[in-house]
């Protein structure tokens, strides 16, 4: 049986989530469900029972080692990998998986997100056990799985993984072989997708071995692959972090989805089902919260008078009074604050850019 | 010529304007309208030319005393006259005739509310002489004086002042007698006196010789009279505290308007049109203040988008975004935020108390 290793990716600023996250404290630190838990650490938390503490990597910002070793102090400090910019996930997966290679030379590795809610971890461990166990059969060391979630609505603000119609899973945690990645559709594809039945939501969780993400580096991304390659002798040593301050910069920004797995032909999924959501925006946040008897969603010291169908979140220390409005969404933090209509939300990052200029 | 005497009222915490006003900081201390003063210090200002900055008293509660002294420095710190307790307008003003009573015999009295607007300061300044020319008069001695303010529109927030119609001014600046104070009307009855053209505003400003208004108290309030005639010997002495600390809870809460006006005889208005408003309510600031093209009153660091008729007033330090509102009320100051329709501000108090319990 293969070591299993956990890359939990926890480089972004989550900027739709303004006020609550910014740049100083992004959406993977914080508890906007009111579950007591950070998304981090409930990604932490989430895993663990199929990977040990000491086989987590967290690749984020130099800015955020600090937080993430607060979030999940049963990590080392030299399991939190900090990039020195920004460079979308290949270069982030390939980082870890070079450290993984300076540890071992057999393992299965999950690569996650940091900020998506689960809310069936009981099926959710057992849905990534079955893609452990997949990957380390000899026969799939080359394999690239996807977990794709069956979609329970039309949603256009994810992407979707598409599962040829004759190849679909006939039991429960089959692994089936992947056909295609779907940008996010327009609402009338994304109908056309649900009701098709073999489209699945792209959850952004990857599983593979060692052996088999470093073929598909090799295959797909030969650059990124030398660039790793000729620091892999300092990787776990003190001089790993002043080589990727110098090199990480060369790297192509470019994601894992299109750096590697369009470009592989041996990629499968497994359809899941275990209550998922990329909580990318207020109004999943919405959906998933729970509601007053007006169809509001309140965290924090709020009185209420006149609210439906609301979003409010407060910062402790902090008091408000909301009235009269129907669909918003009310936010403070970190002494910014905004008020505005939930249909509307894509606009935030317009309206932060137009506050911050 | 009398000595010239300005009594400030300065003790209401002003909750209306809650989260701006609070306990901790009321509304004559704020500058809600942008105009770079605060309410109190404008009135100063506006009643300095008349009266000279050595014979104001501000009356206040004590724990705005340094408040009163930052926001007027060139007051000395025995013209701060600290009440220990709320006890309505009639207390309030005969604390502060005894203490004049302590310095002269012969004095022309204005009593103003701390936290009014005033536009026209001139014709402001023209009135208050008129006033003071008035009761300088030996045959007006005992004249009780109230500044009656021309209406522009049937206002429901406000008392009138009644003037006989055979007895209306026949030109500017005319003292006239004075039938009756009317209590705040409904519309309907708002408009017949708008329409009857012999009633006017009562702005709160009263106008007397320190012989009438002692005259008054004997005739009106003899007890209170006799309690603040009884520590005469100790005002203006460093007794004059403890003995106010230990005697002002017995003063019966009544306001002068009740207490002293409605029993006298000889009361006078000066009719006046010098831009007055209270400012009493969210929606007379938003009257009040300049408005952007869409109808808004910003103050602060703001973003707006798709709003309309709004006013919003954020303290400095804080950014907000506030969009998608109509007619609507976004204030922070102080770890307090309020969102509300501006038809409803009169719930305001009612939601604060909810927010304490």
Redesign the interface.
Known sequence: MNEKYCIIMAGGIGSRFWPLSKNNYPKQFLDVLGTGKSFIRSTFERFNPVVPAENFLVVTNAAYRDLVLEHIPELKPNQVLCEPMRRNTAPCIAYATWRIKSRCNKASVVVTPADHLVTNEVEFQKVISTGFDFVEQPEHANALMTIGIRPSRPETGYGYIEVDPAKQPKHEHEVVEMASFKEKPDLERAKQFVAAGNFYWNSGIFIWSLEGITNAFHNSLPDMEQLFESGAHLFGTDKEQAFINEKFAQCENISIDYGVMERSDCRYTIPADFGWSDIGTWGSLYTHAAHDNYGNALRG?V?T??LKNSVVNIEP?????????DH?L?A?RD???????LD?EQ??KE??A??EK
Chains 1, 2 share one sequence.
């Open positions: 010291k009185v008078a006149d220390g902090v008091e408000a009074i909301v009235q009269g409005l918003c009310v403070y002494n910014s604050f905004l008020v505005c209509r509307d606009r935030i309206w932060v137009e506050l």
